[in-house]
């Protein structure tokens, strides 16, 4: 229970002790700063407003078209941003400007003032609008039963983006809406640490939020492998995610990864 910082409302004053655990052992939790019930009517609503004709192609996703509402399936090791990782998993860019298609502008908002309390920005940075060059890249991912994962990774790109902007201090956040042991069985998130790997979302609940920077390997074992496929509906593990990204869609790439990707 180290691991699992439980609060009910996040102050700049707890991130000391956000960053130290962090540091300590690889990861951190987050709890109690999302209600069970409006993490539950989230996943209802996203259940319900999900379109599967909507998906778009691996490759698929400009800067521009992701700064809208925009979903596409991540299959293999191919990606808009050249980084060989093996993935299985969908999509669903949701920036709180576009059609709230889903009901999650609320959530998305409180969610960002959390990353930036860790990350040391103002309270209101970015959370609503793209600035200095920066944007919240809110969106849902899913990784569905019958085999949704990913590879053992480090992000690259956002440690990138990170080190031009942020002097390499980023964290990534990630808000689980459903819950191991329920929604989902087998498989979930799992970081690398002293050459083992960690289950990180084995004790979590929904409504948690995972933290760990970005330059530790990380990625999510294969969500109940035995279990039928199916993609035109939403189950599995689903996940809400906002990195900030930098805002290609109106200036030209800082970053290698993106740079003939206009």
Known sequence: ????????????????????????????????LFERSEILNSLK????????????????GSPKQIFSNFQKLCIGSSAVSGEKIYRFHRIIYNP???DDIYN?????????????IILGFEENFCIDKPEKNMWSACRILQYPVGGGHMSAHKDYI?????????????????LLITEKGTDFF??????????????????????????YKTNIVHGVEEIDPSKKLSLDRINGRVVLMNSLYQNYSKFRPKDKYFKNKI
Not at 45 to 60: E, G, R, V, Y
Not at 104 to 116: E, G
Request: avoid cysteine; charge should be positive.
């Open 96 to 98: 709180v400007w576009s």
């Open 158 to 174: 956002l440690k990138s983006v990170s080190k031009i902007n942020f002097n390499n201090m980023f964290y990534q956040l990630i």
């Open 1 to 32: 229970m180290g691991k699992i910082i439980k609060l009910s409302k996040l102050n700049v004053s707890d991130r000391d002790r956000v960053i130290k655990l962090v540091k300590k052992n690889g990861y951190v939790v987050l709890r109690g």
């Open 45 to 60: 609503s996203i259940k319900n407003n999900f379109n599967h004709t909507q998906d778009n192609s691996s490759l698929a």
């Open 186 to 211: 087998e498989g979930g998130a799992y970081i690398s640490k002293d050459n083992k790997l960690i289950d990180i979302e084995k004790n979590t609940l929904r409504g948690d939020i995972l933290i």
């Open 104 to 116: 999650l502008k609320k959530i998305f908002l409180k969610f960002n003032k959390i990353r930036n």
